[in-house]
């Protein structure tokens, strides 16, 4: 009963008061019941779409970008030529523990144009400073390599568990076959890490279409809209401009692309029985 009752006093009044502002319109007080006219302006709305591309174009980049080196740093760390493992886990795992929000005032300084660090460092090859924050292109850049490196330490982690599960038995059958390195990995590794690959997958792509803190704190959403995400643009709607309404349809709209996408990935990448 305890469980019961905070789950319905926390999450589904919550859900259900959400659904019901998000049929509402005007704020304040006296909400006037609008039916599913926050959804009809929803899909007609084009700062809307320009927030969901610029999630869509993040999400399809980082998340390859990001998993495709957790498994590759994994790789490294569970190798036994690779001395100091145990210090070098911690130096892959720290970045994860910093706070967002710092992690996003570290970036804007890293990254900014006339005296960041990263600028400095390609002038030394001669390379003219980029403006990473000022550019809709470089700006797009920049919050990928944010969120690049705060999280790729933890889907390292994760892989790491998943290598050290693997039987050698498995590897020593298939050496026995004469199967290579290459061979070894793409018909034991990666079928035996599938379990935790899906498991990473659906978790990126759920925190990346939420993604708010490092836009936010690097570029506020700009230059001209281009870093703006839905969960920025609900957030404008609901705490600058108090349309509690439409920002309410938003997240109803951002939950069901979650939940479609989560669909499609475990079905494209559960086990086959």
Known sequence: MPAVLGFAVFKAY???????????????????????????????????????????????????????????????????????????????????????????????????????????????????????????????????????????????????????GIPKELYEAAMVDGAGPVRRFFAVTLPQLRPILLLTVVLSTIGTLQLFDEPYVLTGGGPDNSTLTVTMYLYDNGFTFFDFGYASALAYALALIVSVLGILQVRLMGERR
């Open 14 to 164: 919550p859900i259900a008061a959400s659904f019901w502002i998000s049929l509402t319109t005007g704020g304040g007080d006296a909400p006037r019941f609008a039916g599913l006219a926050n959804y009809e302006r929803l899909l007609t709305d084009p700062l809307f779409w320009t927030a969901l591309q610029n999630t869509a174009l993040i999400l399809v980049v980082q998340v390859p970008l990001m998993l495709g080196l957790a498994l590759l740093v994994a790789l490294g760390l569970n190798s036994s030529k690779v001395l100091l493992r145990p210090l070098w886990r911690l130096g892959v795992f720290m970045p994860s523990l910093t706070g967002l929000v710092a992690a996003g005032v570290m970036f804007s300084v890293i990254l900014n144009h006339d005296a960041g660090v990263l600028n400095w460092l390609l002038s030394l090859f001669g390379v003219d400073p980029v403006n990473w924050l000022g550019s809709p292109f470089w700006a797009r850049v920049g919050v990928v390599l944010v969120i690049t490196w705060h999280y790729t330490g933890y889907n390292a982690v994760m892989y790491l568990a998943g290598l050290q």
